[in-house]
């Protein structure tokens, strides 16, 4: 897809993404989120996340909810452990006014202490509400296990106690230090020219004062494998096995998105969904994902299961990966693979703003872009040999490590 890059002299990039449709979609996204958290201040970057949205120098918190959704748009924001992002997508009208609402937000926020009370209390219903979800409370308790001492292991959204004690000296000082402009993005999908882009962009972003802070993130180390099964009151065994894996600068990135698609991506036509779910019928939900971070990775297959069952279901597990190491695939089922994973590559592309933020986080990772076409040669360029030994190496069962939430006995 065609695309254009300015920077401007504060270091803040614009990336003009042109698009026919009466639909435009933009996002600001900024090079940092929980793993950049000082000790002690778990949550604190998605806490930021919230509080940009209740007061500026110039907005109240009904101006800033209303400025683009009066005029029918769409407004929203997340942290990761690597980014915050916040997006709109809006008629082609409305650019203007997005683009002085994000500058507005991300710099001119004046996070007031009433307001900071009344979030914190959001937030922590939120961490209660999603400690009541196994399924999803599972994933952070074993990115906690796998990066244990380390920042990456983190809950985004904190913990009780440490939301409970963030200071608007912290908010303050987070930003200060990481909200560095020439690690900021602007990017917008639209029917402008690419002056049109840097015009408004320029207008509303060329003085911000340029902040580029040191910053050293600090890599995970590899921890021994671990087994943890913890008890809980709830109705069924949840399991999740993985390990740390590639990042998204190692080449073997693409075997192993493609491995992982293979074996437990998206669809109902994976192995682990085949085999485990469709011809056993013993778990509803089987899936394994890969996340590809800036200096490490996270591979893991997830199933949820009764308690029965469980011991089954890993067996299963365990006899595809054996499956898998001791054939790997030939150049016909590597090919078949191959078609799956571009195509639902080439139907993710319709969803726009979820493109126009994938490119922005290019952008920041790789300082550049690559075309359909040239992701689409990369998965092609893949070989049975590289998938053979990434198999191996991800697969490896003796490296794997096992974290369960297993219902209370009776």
Do not use: W
Not at 63 to 86: F, H, M, P, W
Request: charged fraction near 25%; include cysteine.
């Amino acid at each position: 897809m065609e695309y254009n890059v300015h920077t401007l002299p504060n270091g803040i990039r614009l990336l003009h993404v042109p698009s026919a449709s009466a639909i435009s979609h933009a996002c600001i996204i900024v090079n940092t989120g929980s793993r950049d958290e000082p000790e002690n201040k778990a949550g604190l970057a998605h806490f930021i996340e919230h509080l940009i949205f209740k007061r500026t120098e110039k907005r109240s918190t009904n101006q800033i909810l209303n400025r683009l959704e009066s005029v029918g748009a769409d407004l929203n924001a997340y942290t990761t452990k690597e980014y915050t992002c916040v997006h709109a997508s809006f008629l082609n009208p409305y650019l203007d006014r997005t683009l002085d609402l994000f500058n507005d937000i991300i710099f001119h926020s004046t996070f007031p202490e009433e307001e900071m009370d009344k979030e914190k209390s959001v937030i922590l219903d939120e961490i209660s509400s999603y400690l009541d979800q196994p399924e999803e409370a599972i994933n952070d308790d074993f990115e906690d296990m796998l990066f244990a001492g380390h920042a990456l292991g983190n809950n985004i959204l904190g913990t009780t106690e440490s939301v409970q004690h963030f200071t608007r000296e912290d908010v303050i000082n987070f930003r200060k230090a990481n909200y560095r402009t020439n690690e900021i993005v602007v990017a917008v999908l639209g029917n402008y020219t690419l002056n049109s882009v840097v015009n408004k962009g320029s207008k509303h972003f060329a003085d911000v004062e340029e902040n580029n802070p040191n910053k050293e993130r600090v890599k995970p180390g590899i921890l021994p494998q671990n087994n943890t099964t913890i008890y809980k009151p709830i109705m069924q065994a949840h399991c999740i096995l993985g390990r740390q894996a590639y990042s998204t600068h190692q080449s073997q990135k693409v075997p192993l998105m493609l491995l992982n698609n293979y074996f437990g991506g998206n669809g109902m036509s994976s192995v682990l969904n085949l085999q485990i779910r469709e011809k056993y019928g013993i778990a509803y939900t089987i899936e394994s994902n890969f996340s590809p971070l800036s200096d490490t990775g996270i591979f893991s297959i997830y199933f949820g299961t009764d308690k029965e069952k469980q011991a089954k279901a890993l067996s299963l597990i365990f006899k595809e990966i054996k499956k898998l190491r001791e054939h790997p695939l030939n150049e016909l089922q590597l090919q078949k693979a191959k078609n799956k994973f571009i195509g639902q590559i080439a139907l993710g592309e319709e969803n726009r703003i979820g493109l126009i933020i994938s490119m922005a986080k290019s952008l920041i990772d790789h300082n550049k872009i690559d075309s359909l076409e040239t992701v689409f040669e990369k998965i092609n360029a893949v070989t049975t040999k590289q998938m053979a030994e990434v198999t191996d190496e991800i697969l490896n069962i003796e490296q794997l490590n096992i974290f369960t939430f297993c219902p209370i006995e009776e």
